[in-house]
């Protein structure tokens, strides 16, 4: 076995990063892309004594106690997604959109935000979306590119809004308080949603042929909705989750447990809970989770191994010189390198790979870590729409008319991007956005 360290930390990390880009580009799966890197790194320059280390690192990373709500937020959302409360809900906010001039959008904003609020994964919420809320606004009339812009837009909203998992990954990762996070993202996410609703709002305005208003022959057709049943269960999961989290009565992991039996007993008194129901729903729990397990197993493996190389003085280093020592510009250069990773690779991977070398540098600059994982939270919700690999339009393309291209759906995007860098920029310049709980 030859020895690597001889090369130096800094061809070290160039052949590292060739190795990565090389075998993604094979079609391998970031999880073992970066458990072979990491094992290969650790054989040729630490030598096979060094292997326990990587246990170590994957160990602790999966057997952390918080961990344990991830899979209870992403069953809350599995179950929501085969239930009815989401289009119930959708119905009897309709009087949103009956009255007011691109109303329809905004209903689909609005019941975005409560979606997000419940559950805190975006797949499903894209896709409810674009069954529920796309099909309509088309019907209606609506100009192609503002109803396909707020489905897809809306739906992402779950990234930022608690009890947002990437907030959840981000704390584990960075070791902070993930109810901090939540307090944290509380007013950007909702500074964000405003935005959305204000964009288009004022859009309608100005060129009402955008979003005719629907006509009493629609309204009748509509079927009566029971208000009762449609909002009283998902405000009763909202207020049960973030409640217990703010008040401080329980943690996030003990929350999480409660918006599962919530959304089931909800689930049960609507009489919709079945077996099939709940098979479904803890096969796609599992795989979600399994994706995020091994994406978190090979990251932390290949970030332990980088740092005992010497790696974060290394970036460190790197990034200070090319700013200059500034601690902005330092900012800066890590929201573009957090923009460009996210074009290509998975948020999960991207929190794992990066957060462990920034924060520490984050924090010797004097920022706020809590604060820093708004601003991280904030730069996915920018990834999740970009292209070329955005993957909230393809969750949308899935179940959107076929007539519908990914070309346009990126093209419809493009506003909505603009307002979550505008947000982004807001939370940088005023971190008093983000930290107004303190």
Same mark, same amino acid.
């Given at each position: 076995?030859?020895?690597? &360290? &001889?090369?130096?930390?800094?061809?070290? &990390?160039?052949?590292?990063?060739?190795m990565m880009i090389g075998l993604l580009l094979t079609g391998m799966q970031l999880a073992f892309v970066t458990g072979f890197v990491a094992i290969f790194f650790t054989l040729c320059w630490f030598g096979p004594d060094a292997l326990p280390l990587i246990a170590s690192r994957t160990y602790s990373f999966a057997s952390g106690y918080v961990f344990l709500a991830v899979p /209870?937020?992403?069953?809350?959302?599995?179950?929501?997604?085969?239930?009815?409360?989401?289009?119930?809900?959708?119905?009897?906010?309709?009087?949103?959109?009956?009255?007011?001039?691109?109303?329809?959008?905004?209903?689909?904003?609005?019941?975005? #935000?409560?979606?997000?609020?419940?559950?805190?994964?975006?797949?499903? @919420?894209? #896709?409810?979306?674009?069954?529920?809320?796309?099909?309509?606004?088309?019907?209606?009339?609506?100009?192609?590119?503002?109803?396909?812009?707020?489905?897809?837009?809306?739906?992402?909203?779950?990234?930022?809004?608690?009890?947002?998992?990437?907030?959840?990954?981000?704390?584990?990762?960075?070791?902070?308080?993930?109810?901090?996070?939540?307090?944290? &993202? %509380?007013?950007?996410?909702?500074?964000?949603?405003?935005?959305?609703?204000?964009?288009?709002?004022?859009?309608?305005?100005?060129?009402?042929?955008?979003?005719? $208003?629907?006509?009493?022959?629609? @309204?009748?057709?509509?079927?009566?909705?029971?208000?009762?049943?449609?909002?009283? %269960?998902?405000?009763?999961?909202?207020?049960?989750?973030?409640?217990?989290?703010?008040?401080?009565?329980?943690?996030?992991?003990?929350?999480?447990?409660?918006?599962? #039996?919530? $959304?089931?007993?909800?689930?049960?008194?609507?009489? @919709? /809970?079945?077996?099939?129901?709940?098979?479904?729903?803890?096969?796609?729990? /599992?795989?979600?989770?399994?994706?995020?397990?091994?994406?978190?197993?090979?990251?932390?493996?290949?970030?332990? $191994?980088?740092?005992?190389?010497?790696?974060?003085?290394?970036?460190? @280093?790197?990034?200070?010189?090319?700013?200059?020592?500034?601690?902005?510009?330092?900012?800066?250069?890590?929201?573009?390198?957090?923009?460009?990773?996210?074009? %290509?690779?998975?948020?999960?991977?991207?929190?794992?790979?990066?957060?462990?070398?920034?924060?520490?540098?984050?924090?010797?600059?004097?920022y706020d870590p809590v604060w820093f994982g708004v601003v991280f939270c904030l730069n996915m919700q920018v990834s999740f729409l970009s292209p070329p690999f955005g993957p909230a339009a393809f969750y949308l393309k899935s179940v959107a008319p076929k007539e519908i291209t990914l070309g346009e759906i990126f093209e419809s995007l493009l506003p909505f991007i603009g307002l979550? #860098?505008?947000?982004?920029?807001?939370?940088?310049?005023?971190?008093?956005?983000? /930290?107004?709980?303190?």
């Amino acid at each position: 076995m030859f020895d690597l &360290s &001889s090369i130096g930390i800094a061809w070290g &990390s160039v052949l590292m990063l060739v190795m990565m880009i090389g075998l993604l580009l094979t079609g391998m799966q970031l999880a073992f892309v970066t458990g072979f890197v990491a094992i290969f790194f650790t054989l040729c320059w630490f030598g096979p004594d060094a292997l326990p280390l990587i246990a170590s690192r994957t160990y602790s990373f999966a057997s952390g106690y918080v961990f344990l709500a991830v899979p /209870m937020f992403v069953l809350m959302a599995a179950l929501l997604d085969r239930s009815g409360i989401a289009r119930d809900l959708f119905d009897a906010m309709k009087s949103v959109g009956r009255k007011v001039r691109g109303g329809v959008a905004v209903q689909t904003l609005l019941v975005a #935000v409560l979606l997000a609020s419940m559950s805190g994964v975006i797949g499903g @919420e894209t #896709v409810l979306l674009g069954i529920l809320a796309l099909p309509q606004m088309l019907r209606l009339g609506y100009d192609r590119k503002l109803a396909i812009g707020t489905t897809c837009a809306g739906g992402a909203l779950g990234t930022m809004l608690p009890p947002s998992i990437v907030l959840i990954i981000y704390g584990m990762t960075a070791s902070v308080s993930i109810g901090d996070l939540f307090k944290a &993202s %509380f007013l950007p996410a909702f500074i964000l949603a405003a935005c959305y609703i204000g964009y288009v709002l004022i859009r309608c305005k100005l060129n009402p042929s955008l979003a005719p $208003i629907p006509s009493d022959i629609d @309204e009748d057709d509509e079927p009566n909705v029971n208000y009762f049943k449609a909002l009283f %269960f998902p405000l009763l999961s909202v207020a049960t989750v973030l409640g217990s989290i703010y008040t401080g009565v329980a943690s996030v992991t003990e929350a999480s447990a409660l918006g599962v #039996v919530g $959304i089931m007993i909800s689930a049960v008194i609507r009489g @919709e /809970m079945n077996f099939t129901m709940l098979k479904e729903s803890a096969i796609a729990t /599992m795989r979600t989770c399994g994706m995020i397990m091994w994406i978190g197993i090979g990251a932390s493996a290949l970030v332990g $191994i980088y740092n005992l190389m010497g790696g974060i003085d290394f970036v460190e @280093e790197v990034i200070l010189g090319l700013s200059g020592g500034s601690a902005l510009g330092t900012l800066l250069i890590m929201m573009v390198i957090l923009l460009v990773l996210g074009m %290509f690779l998975d948020w999960v991977g991207v929190a794992l790979l990066t957060m462990p070398i920034f924060v520490p540098i984050i924090t010797s600059l004097g920022y706020d870590p809590v604060w820093f994982g708004v601003v991280f939270c904030l730069n996915m919700q920018v990834s999740f729409l970009s292209p070329p690999f955005g993957p909230a339009a393809f969750y949308l393309k899935s179940v959107a008319p076929k007539e519908i291209t990914l070309g346009e759906i990126f093209e419809s995007l493009l506003p909505f991007i603009g307002l979550q #860098v505008l947000v982004l920029s807001l939370v940088i310049m005023f971190p008093e956005l983000a /930290m107004w709980w303190q």
